[in-house]
């Protein structure tokens, strides 16, 4: 009987845990432009596969990599982000190295292998912002960037246009001078699958 | 002669002042490698010159501190992460209820991660929940917090000790298994307070303030003090669950020696867990912590090598029920 009594208890718990998981599900609506560490995959597998143990922040020589608290959503809870106007990533790969989960793969530090496996986003210009685009010739995007002319590629007046093996470290978006920002990366993990 | 006392002589009663050692030399650990690693930021962006007071005392005192063992501070990249999941000099190490997690929130085996909890899932199989009362980093502020309670009492002030069914922990262990896969997220991380200490210590010192899970974690304090004793660590933890499980069949467990017990019951006190030494009721809760061994003032609590508690073996026999039987026999 108490056995029977304890399996009601827990069957009755799980149909509540379901409708908690619910109310858990549309709390999670990303407001946010934020990228996630060099290399993840997609949002719903960083967040299968990241177990919110803070590693990748302790390793981030820049102190780039910060962590949600419920702003996000419950499900995106201690996961780590980058917001690239505040503090780029630099692509040194080191939180792919220390992940223990395989949340954030780990990537040779080589510009093949960077350019193979991080999709954090892409960078977008706009050039009623761009000051390189109004006769002022800047290029500090293009000074910025860590991969010249393969992301990034300038014209005659410094104007960048952005490449299609745009990684999205954000570099380019912390250094523009103009206020705001007339290069973003726009990230990857909400369009993918 | 009433300063000639018979001392008790056993050596395993020093083994809850290693337990605290441990303990505390886990806690300060978590507080020292977030300072090393903002000392690690500072030498890679090369802008001593351009810290703040602060951070310059930081800096130094870090400085010193590492330059005896490692020439580049790079190289204290040895150390790194929580108990929840860390590195020490390349042997990465997980929490079990971190895999466990992981595993039902990916529906993947990840072989790299699950291999990290290895060595913690065979001492755990050896010793039960040791990890519960030797290495969490929780379980040092949750004592404390138990002596707090025992003021607070002295004090006049209700501290309730209330018991509820042991059982409710693997219900949230199963709960959250089942709402890790709904969700596709390690639920475990937000309510695991060793987890959350590790985190939020970091992200106190690094990150400049805590998250969301120190709330959290105040509020299983309140429990503790309002509800039960150990209450969470007793009845909500799902990684005590897990342990506990794990640790049923443990080879290493306490068992009282009764022939030397006078009854006094003081084991039956200083057990934070509710357990009932006197009873020989140990159970798979039993976290090994010792602390009934260092109370024991005849020495009749020790270790022993078998997979089961010995049943009740009746009352102690220097104790005073025992002479009566003895007598009227």
Not at chain 2, 16 to 24: E, H, I, M, S, V
Not at chain 2, 219 to 226: A, E, I, Y
Request: hydrophobic fraction near 40%.
């Amino acid at each position: 009987m108490k056995r029977r009594r304890f399996l009601q208890y827990l069957a009755s718990s799980g149909l509540a845990s379901m409708v908690a998981g619910e109310g858990i599900k549309a709390a999670y609506a990303p407001s946010m432009r934020y990228l996630r560490p060099p290399g993840s995959h997609d949002e719903k597998t960083f967040l299968a596969k990241c177990i919110r143990c803070g590693k990748c922040g302790e390793s981030c020589p820049n102190r780039a990599i910060k962590f949600f608290s419920t702003e996000n959503g419950l499900a995106s809870l201690d996961t780590p982000f980058i917001i690239p106007r505040e503090q780029a990533c630099i692509l040194c790969m080191k939180c792919g190295d220390i992940c223990p989960t395989g949340a954030i793969p780990k990537i040779e530090y080589e510009a093949d292998t960077i350019l193979d496996g991080v999709h954090m986003g892409h960078a977008r210009v706009d050039v009623n912002l761009c000051l390189s685009f109004q006769g002022k010739t800047c290029g500090v995007c293009y000074r910025a960037c860590p991969l010249p002319d393969v992301a990034l590629r300038v014209g005659m007046l410094e104007q960048p246009y952005v490449l299609d093996k745009c990684v999205g470290c954000g570099l380019c978006e912390r250094s523009c001078i103009q206020i705001p920002q007339a290069i973003k990366v726009i990230p990857n993990h909400t369009s993918a699958s | 002669m009433e300063n000639v006392k018979l001392e008790p002589s056993s050596k395993l009663r020093h083994l809850n002042k290693l337990r605290w050692l441990t303990l505390t030399t886990v806690f300060f650990m978590l507080i020292l490698l977030p300072f090393i690693y903002l000392y690690q930021t500072y030498e890679a962006a090369h802008a001593y010159d351009l810290l703040t007071p602060t951070e310059k005392t930081i800096s130094d005192s870090m400085e010193s501190l590492t330059s005896p063992f490692v020439k580049d501070p790079e190289e204290l990249d040895a150390i790194k992460g929580t108990t929840w999941s860390g590195t020490l000099f390349g042997l990465k190490l997980s929490d079990p209820l971190a895999v466990v997690g992981q595993v039902f929130a990916s529906l993947s085996l990840y072989w790299p991660f699950i291999l990290t909890a290895f060595i913690p899932l065979f001492a755990t199989l050896l010793l039960g929940r040791f990890y519960c009362g030797w290495i969490c980093p929780a379980t040092l502020i949750y004592e404390l917090n138990d002596n707090l309670a025992v003021w607070l009492r002295k004090a006049g002030l209700p501290v309730s000790r209330r018991k509820l069914d042991r059982r409710i922990k693997y219900v949230v262990l199963a709960v959250g298994l089942i709402l890790s896969i709904y969700l596709g997220a390690a639920l475990f991380a937000s309510i695991y307070p060793p987890a959350i200490i590790g985190r939020e210590i970091y992200y106190a010192i690094a990150l400049g303030g805590f998250g969301a899970g120190a709330v959290f974690f105040l509020l299983t304090l309140l429990f503790d003090l309002m509800v039960s004793r150990r209450g969470f660590c007793r009845y909500v933890c799902p990684g005590g669950a897990l342990y506990s499980l794990l640790g049923r069949y443990r080879l290493f467990r306490i068992k009282r020696n009764v022939t030397k017990c006078n009854d006094c019951a003081k084991c039956n006190v200083a057990c934070q867990f509710g357990l009932d030494p006197l009873q020989d009721d140990f159970g798979m809760e039993c976290n090994n912590c010792t602390a009934c061994i260092a109370s024991c003032p005849t020495d009749a609590l020790g270790f022993t090598i078998n997979m089961r508690d010995s049943a009740y073996q009746g009352p102690g026999h220097l104790g005073h029920q025992y002479k009566k039987e003895q007598e009227g026999s």
